[in-house]
């Protein structure tokens, strides 16, 4: 399974751009990257998934080079409520059913 | 919006006693899982559901843990013998499919509020 390894935490401001990257060097060429979002207390909640180049939906955008060796997930213009934990997933289980979680990104947004 | 519901919000039990944690996955759903979060730390998969039979389980799954869909909308997950470290928060998590088909990937889950379980 390949690893994901991403920043353990980032401060940021309101109304500013925020891009958390995750790196992936073993990626399969079947993996596609999902980056989940965890608030305190809260289940994990899906906000993007892409295979190569650009994906953008209403929540975020993710950016994948043509290596696809790492991604980035764009927040445009983050409010205080952005603040969570952003999780970069790699892949199901080998099984294809469980995600595999790991510590994921604390982004903290300040006023 | 469908959501997954899960009941209690909170569990509060004795070291050695069973609990039953239950969840409402979304209608359409096919595919079922538990996941737990112990505090401060990543979450785990625990087991997955389809088709009325495990799919696939985790290490942590051992033989105190059990999954059962008693009818055609719950999905529970009984711990038989509750230990300290069996403290955690539980989510119960569904999807319409699973897995990779040529070129699609499924793997939204979506995931419930949780039961945050306190064993004493």
């Known amino acids: 399974l390949a690893k994901t390894t991403q920043p353990i935490s980032m401060d940021s401001y309101e109304g500013q751009e925020v891009n958390i990257t995750c790196s992936h060097n073993?990626?399969?060429?079947?993996?596609?990257i999902t980056w989940y979002q965890q608030f305190p207390s809260q289940g994990p909640r899906f906000i993007i998934q892409?295979?190569?180049t650009k994906v953008t939906n209403e929540v975020a955008s993710l950016f994948i080079p043509a290596d696809r060796k790492s991604s980035t997930l764009s927040l445009p213009r983050v409010s205080l409520s952005d603040t969570a934990v952003y999780y970069c997933?790699?892949?199901?289980?080998?099984?294809?059913?469980?995600?595999?979680f790991g510590k994921g990104t604390t982004l903290s947004v300040s006023s | 919006e469908p959501e997954v519901t899960q009941t209690p919000s909170h569990q509060v039990t004795q070291m050695g006693q069973e609990v039953i944690l239950r969840c409402v996955p979304i209608?359409?759903?096919?595919?079922f899982y538990w996941y737990r979060q112990i505090l401060g730390q990543k979450v785990e998969f625990l087991v997955s559901?389809?088709?009325?039979?495990?799919?696939?389980k985790s290490e942590i799954f051992d033989d105190q843990f059990s999954v059962e869909r008693p009818d055609g909308s719950n999905f529970t997950l009984k711990i038989r013998s509750t230990k300290l470290e069996d403290s955690a928060m539980y989510f119960c998590?569904?999807?319409?499919?699973?897995?990779?088909?040529?070129?699609?990937?499924?793997?939204?889950?979506?995931f419930g509020p949780g039961t945050r379980l306190t064993v004493l």
């Open positions: 559901f389809y088709n009325n039979e495990i799919s696939e």
């Open positions: 998590a569904s999807s319409p499919l699973t897995g990779t088909s040529g070129t699609n990937s499924y793997n939204e889950q979506f």
């Open positions: 997933l790699v892949a199901l289980n080998q099984a294809g059913t469980a995600l595999i």
């Open positions: 209608s359409n759903h096919l595919y």
């Open positions: 073993n990626i399969a060429t079947n993996d596609y």
């Open positions: 892409g295979y190569k």
